[in-house]
């Protein structure tokens, strides 16, 4: 549990409204997951919001602009069944299996309550919205004063012509019937994927529909016109994996598997600031099918995913992909890892290391056979982290050597989960050891993995030190100081980290849980 979630149990349990106080500030760290599958959709004049299975989306209709997602993290309920907006301010009136929330969206505060059976339906009289909520429970509706806990029995329903309710689909379709011929084209994706819509809301001051879809997240439709939108954001898929950085954004690549939502596989693009998004699944009918993108290389040929079915490249212009594997020369199919080469990419497999040249043309490097985890270029050289230990490849060279400083270190010799520079100094993590390499001297430094990240899954050098991501947590690690900030799952990071990646202001972090992007300095705790 969180530790918003165990502040709102303990409110729960004192028999109080819940207030959650996040640990983060909202602008410290925000998850991002797959927001696709809609459950509830509410709006307001200058709001939409949309709960969703892994959060709530808000989406400004003036700007035209997303505001940051609130999450399990931040305290967003689960099992949320039906959304109201609230017409006093800019918040949001959840139903839930477990009962009430109502957010706010300018203050980012939740309040929360439970009922019997949860709460179905919500309702508001239009001539006094002020006083509360009608909530409809397991027996029977009931009214919620405003700053109230419970709901109380026995209180009047406004009259119909009164009432202002959540809009079903099949509602708002009678509101716009001329857009009722377009439900097919509407469901149907460009990969000939279909949805069906879960949820409608509009206000009575503007002519848009609001609809809520399972796997195409919110569709905006003009009741005069029919004319309409998608207006999708998140992950591709509810698993992150791989992440690279350009100069406006961050591409992630996706994690599909049983349970993660629609299925879909490729890439998303995120602005850096959560303003904008989109993705790229390539073109054809497999396009990137890689179920487990675990890196991603960005160049000027385009972008480069490794995955379990080799090293996938997409053109950013054309939209079009191609796989390279082991029938192309790579050693295995099985791709791990990826570093810029000065001719070309180079590949680390399950089987060895290679490269892929700008002629496309595939060429195995050395005798390794092992496991190559990490790579690291620096200038013409490849520092290569295998099953069997560090190793280097030298400008003009074939073959992975074994430098005499490395090979003097036995910690050097285990499997090698990250390799990162910071500057010109080399650190390196093992299953038990972390260690690093002075620039000046060549000699090396060790001390033992922090037991609270549990398995180390990757290294990212930032300024100052580096980035441990593992299964248990992440931190940042101050070699020369010897000092850890450590930040855990579930408190800080919903999951264990997959990759990381260092941009200006921001950590950006992967996980089966999507994708997290803190504020650089909060998160090594300044």
Same mark, same amino acid.
């Not at 992909?321 to 099985?334: E, K, N, Q, V, Y």
């Given at each position: 549990?969180? /530790?918003?979630?165990? +502040?709102?149990?303990?409110?729960?349990?004192?028999?109080?409204?819940?207030?959650?106080?996040?640990?983060?500030?909202?602008? $410290?760290?925000?998850?991002?997951?797959?927001?696709?599958?809609?459950?509830?959709?509410?709006?307001?004049? %200058?709001?939409?919001?949309?709960?969703?299975?892994?959060?709530?989306?808000?989406?400004?209709?003036?700007?035209?602009?997303?505001?940051?997602?609130?999450?399990?993290?931040?305290?967003?309920?689960?099992?949320?069944?039906?959304?109201?907006?609230?017409?006093? #301010?800019?918040?949001?009136?959840?139903?839930?299996?477990?009962?009430?929330?109502?957010?706010?969206?300018?203050?980012?505060?939740?309040?929360? !309550?439970?009922?019997?059976?949860?709460?179905?339906?919500?309702? +508001?009289?239009?001539?006094?919205?002020?006083?509360?909520?009608?909530?409809?429970?397991?027996?029977?509706?009931?009214?919620?004063?405003?700053?109230?806990?419970?709901?109380?029995?026995?209180?009047?329903?406004? /009259?119909?012509?009164?009432?202002?309710? /959540?809009?079903?689909?099949?509602? &708002?379709?009678?509101?716009?019937?001329?857009?009722? &011929?377009?439900r097919a084209l509407i469901l149907t994706d460009a990969r000939?994927?279909?949805?069906?819509?879960?949820c409608a809301a509009r206000t009575p001051d503007q002519s848009?529909?609001?609809? !809520?879809?399972?796997?195409?997240?919110?569709?905006?439709?003009?009741?005069?016109?029919? #004319?309409?939108?998608?207006?999708?954001?998140?992950?591709?898929?509810?698993?992150?994996?791989?992440?690279?950085?350009?100069?406006?954004?961050?591409?992630?690549?996706?994690?599909?598997?049983?349970?993660?939502?629609?299925?879909?596989?490729?890439?998303?693009?995120?602005?850096? @600031?959560?303003?904008?998004?989109?993705?790229? #699944?390539?073109?054809?009918?497999?396009?990137? @099918?890689?179920?487990?993108?675990?890196?991603?290389?960005?160049?000027?040929?385009?972008?480069?995913?490794?995955? $379990?079915?080799?090293?996938?490249?997409?053109?950013?212009?054309?939209?079009?992909?191609?796989?390279?594997?082991?029938?192309?020369?790579?050693?295995?199919?099985?791709?791990? %890892?990826?570093? /810029?080469?000065?001719?070309?990419?180079?590949?680390?497999?399950?089987?060895?290391?290679?490269?892929?040249?700008?002629?496309?043309?595939?060429?195995?490097?050395?005798?390794?056979?092992?496991?190559?985890?990490?790579?690291?270029a620096v200038h013409d050289s490849l520092w290569v982290g295998?099953?069997?230990?560090? !190793?280097?490849?030298?400008?003009?060279?074939?073959?992975?050597?074994?430098?005499?400083?490395?090979?003097?270190?036995?910690?050097?010799?285990?499997?090698?989960?990250?390799?990162?520079?910071?500057?010109?100094?080399?650190?390196?993590?093992?299953?038990?050891?972390?260690?690093?390499?002075?620039?000046?001297?060549?000699?090396?430094?060790?001390?033992?993995?922090?037991?609270?990240?549990?398995?180390?899954?990757? +290294?990212?050098? @930032?300024?100052?030190?580096?980035?441990?991501?593992?299964?248990?947590?992440?931190?940042?690690?101050?070699?020369?100081?010897?000092?850890?900030?450590?930040?855990?799952?579930?408190?800080?990071?919903?999951?264990?980290?997959?990759?990381?990646?260092?941009?200006? %202001?921001?950590?950006?972090?992967?996980?089966?849980?999507?994708?997290?992007?803190?504020?650089?300095?909060?998160?090594? !705790?300044?």
């Open positions: 549990m969180t /530790p918003t979630g165990r +502040l709102l149990t303990a409110f729960l349990l004192a028999g109080a409204p819940a207030v959650a106080v996040a640990q983060w500030r909202p602008e $410290e760290r925000v998850v991002i997951g797959d927001f696709s599958h809609v459950t509830a959709i509410a709006a307001s004049p %200058s709001l939409v919001f949309a709960a969703t299975t892994q959060g709530l989306i808000i989406y400004d209709r003036q700007a035209r602009t997303w505001r940051l997602p609130v999450t399990s993290a931040d305290g967003y309920p689960a099992f949320v069944r039906v959304a109201l907006a609230d017409v006093t #301010e800019n918040a949001v009136w959840l139903g839930t299996a477990d009962g009430w929330a109502r957010y706010d969206a300018d203050a980012r505060v939740w309040q929360v !309550g439970v009922a019997p059976g949860g709460v179905g339906g919500l309702m +508001l009289d239009a001539s006094d919205p002020v006083s509360g909520i009608y909530l409809q429970t397991a027996t029977g509706w009931g009214f919620l004063p405003r700053g109230g806990f419970a709901p109380v029995a026995g209180h009047p329903l406004p /009259p119909p012509n009164r009432r202002i309710a /959540p809009l079903t689909s099949d509602a &708002a379709f009678a509101l716009a019937p001329a857009a009722d &011929a377009l000939l994927r279909t949805s069906r819509f879960t848009d529909i609001f609809l !809520g879809t399972w796997g195409m997240g919110i569709v905006r439709m003009d009741a005069m016109t029919a #004319e309409w939108e998608r207006l999708s954001f998140g992950l591709l898929a509810g698993g992150a994996g791989g992440l690279a950085t350009d100069g406006d954004g961050i591409w992630i690549a996706s994690v599909a598997g049983v349970g993660r939502g629609n299925g879909r596989r490729g890439l998303t693009w995120l602005r850096s @600031d959560l303003s904008a998004d989109s993705t790229v #699944e390539g073109s054809g009918v497999q396009g990137i @099918d890689c179920l487990d993108g675990r890196r991603v290389l960005v160049n000027d040929r385009g972008i480069w995913i490794a995955c $379990e079915r080799g090293v996938a490249q997409v053109d950013l212009v054309s939209g079009r992909s191609r796989l390279f594997d082991a029938t192309h020369g790579l050693p295995s199919g099985d791709a791990l %890892s990826l570093a /810029p080469a000065p001719d070309g990419v180079w590949v680390g497999t399950a089987r060895g290391l290679a490269m892929i040249a700008r002629n496309d043309l595939v060429a195995t490097v050395g005798t390794l056979s092992q496991p190559v985890y990490a790579l690291a295998s099953a069997s230990g560090l !190793g280097l490849v030298l400008p003009g060279s074939s073959d992975v050597v074994v430098p005499p400083d490395i090979q003097d270190q036995p910690a050097l010799h285990a499997a090698i989960a990250g390799v990162a520079l910071v500057g010109d100094t080399l650190a390196v993590a093992t299953a038990d050891q972390l260690g690093w390499r002075d620039p000046a001297t060549h000699g090396w430094t060790f001390t033992h993995t922090r037991l609270d990240l549990g398995g180390v899954t990757t +290294l990212a050098g @930032d300024a100052g030190g580096a980035w441990i991501g593992g299964t248990s947590g992440l931190a940042f690690w101050d070699f020369k100081r010897g000092h850890f900030h450590t930040l855990h799952v579930p408190f800080d990071i919903p999951a264990g980290v997959r990759d990381l990646a260092v941009q200006s %202001s921001y950590l950006w972090v992967s996980g089966d849980s999507g994708v997290v992007r803190f504020a650089r300095d909060a998160a090594r !705790g300044r």
